[in-house]
């Protein structure tokens, strides 16, 4: 489906929102979800995605998602709640917070660095921004860098929740990744639109589905704005007094995307967001164990293409960091191909090798091939996986499948690329000589 289709809001198409946008539109393929599939799991794929997405949006289930709020409020985040719970706003399976205990609350250190903005000036902004209707908010008595509420406009009650935000790229140009459509090679919606505002701030709205699978249940409607000096402010609604777990109150969300655009739009936002932590690096936790040195970029997918055989047209990319993706098609099909470059992982070597098809190369690299039917996706998509590890740690997993995307059916009776010759990219030198940052 285009993404300038017109908006499926009651009927109304379009409401100026691309005459305000102006005709500047475009989309990426830099969108992944982290829903715990199996073969993603089983692959090793799934670390690499969600490092991706504390960088930047995502689309979870068909609904944009934060991924975990860092410390010091940095976007990429579990949008966190007034008292600095955890809220599930968008999100299906996101990755917890690595500052989270086991109950699901957030460690003292964590809390003391996320904003303590009154929670009432927040939802005053809302409000002040939104066509009239009756509100009912959570913790109005609460501090933090969200707001969480319930409108009624009589047509039936939605959730709405807005967040502010540092971009986690910084200034508006190199976080300017935030605010892209994702590819529908890993999520689905029905209409995405992004550019940029007169003023050098960049938008984004995206009407789509909690479940996209399930068309008929929660639709998730999302606008985000990053300011062109690097503040976000992200609003979602639905079409249910809740994301999950509550009945469908009104056909769509109540707010069109010429609404939404006002919304995050608002010069109001400006004095709350002055209120955020004005220098997120330095506040991380002392002490913490510090990430490995991960691919610059997307070197990880450029060198995926480098390697793939003869033959294959590229039909869409993604990816940065250690994650990488691509759409191939020989001209009998398409195929997803998928990599991670995983430095460090010699921990979980045991587990991720103890079992299954493994070989030990004289060099002492383990290769683990593993052919099965995918678990998510139409009817006969299959997917293959070549995993393998040195001694060091150093881990390249290659997946690919016999369908152009997660959601789509079987293209073709077999993926693209063999198993041979997914073991020769995975085995490939040039993964230890890529530009880190």
Known sequence: ?????????????????????????????????????????????ARGRRRVVRRRLAVTGGALALAAVGIGGVYGGSL??????????????????????????????LRARQAQIPVKDIAAVIRANTPAGQWTFDDLDGKGQSALGIYDDGNG????????????????????????CPSRVHVDYDRCTTGRLPGGDRLMVIQGYVYPDKREETKSWRAVLL???????????????????????????????TQLKALVASDDWRPLLKQL???????????????????????VRT??????PKGLQVKDKGGDGEYGF????????????????????????????????VTVLPDGRRVKVTQETA??????????????????????????RNSGGYREAATRAEPALTVAQLKAIALSPKWRKLPTK
Do not use: C
């Open 1 to 45: 489906m285009p993404q300038n289709e017109g908006s499926p809001h009651d009927g109304a198409p379009h409401e100026g929102f691309e005459e305000e946008l102006g005709a500047v539109l475009r989309s990426t393929g830099e969108g992944f979800s982290v829903d715990g599939r199996r073969e993603l799991v089983q692959g090793g794929l």
């Open 303 to 308: 060198t995926l293409r480098s390697l793939l």
């Open 277 to 299: 932590p004005k220098d997120p690096k330095s506040d991380a936790v002392q002490g913490a164990p510090q990430a490995p040195a991960e691919p610059a970029g997307d070197a």
């Open 227 to 257: 300011t062109k000096d690097g503040f976000l402010i992200d609003a979602s609604e639905y079409n249910a007094p809740a994301e999950k777990g509550a009945a469908i109150s009104r056909e769509n969300p109540p707010f069109t995307g």
């Open 375 to 400: 678990e998510k996706g139409g009817s006969g998509v299959v997917s293959w996986t070549v995993d393998t590890i040195t001694p060091e740690g150093f881990r390249v997993v290659v997946f690919t």
């Open 80 to 109: 966190l709640g007034p008292t600095g719970k955890a809220t599930t706003t968008g999100v299906a399976a996101a990755p917890k917070p690595k500052a989270q205990n086991e109950t699901g609350s957030v460690d003292p250190a």
């Open 157 to 180: 009650k939605a959730a709405v929740s807005v967040g502010l935000y540092r971009s986690a790229g910084g200034d508006g140009e190199a976080g300017a990744g935030q605010v892209e």
């Open 326 to 357: 691509l759409v191939v098609d020989d001209g009998k099909g398409e195929s997803l191909v998928e990599i991670n470059v995983q430095p460090n992982m010699s921990k979980v070597a045991g587990d991720l090798f103890g079992s299954g098809d």
